[in-house]
């Protein structure tokens, strides 16, 4: 399903972010560790379809954002409830992981 995981910019940033529960990934394309992390993104967006709303965010395309959230090392995965920040991690995670810091929402 294509539509399970959202790409996020400066633009649609907060509006996407705003209600439920979000986890985004940013990342870059020349980020190796991020390269790494794509295809557990892509499961955990399958899996949570409609459950939880999973993104990515190319901190390249989209510095204004990643500036305002001291998004220092990448990848970055934070979670956001109702449009606030309330997990972060960085470096590479399983999927387990990641399913453990969306429940403890």
């Keep these: 399903m294509a539509d399970a ?23 870059a394309d020349w980020c190796g560790p991020c390269r790494m992390m794509e295809p557990i993104i892509h499961e955990l967006a399958e899996e949570l379809n409609g459950q939880v709303k999973i993104a990515k965010l190319d901190i390249e395309a989209a510095q ?18 109702d449009g606030r920040e309330v997990n972060r991690v960085v470096g590479v995670k399983d999927k387990d992981t990641l399913k453990r810091l969306i429940q403890s929402v």
């Design 64 to 81: 204004r954002t990643t500036a305002t959230l001291q998004v220092t090392s990448i990848p970055t995965i934070i979670l956001f409830k």
């Design 5 to 27: 995981l959202k790409y996020l910019n400066d633009d649609n940033f907060q509006t996407e972010i705003a209600q439920g529960v979000t986890l985004v990934d940013f990342f």
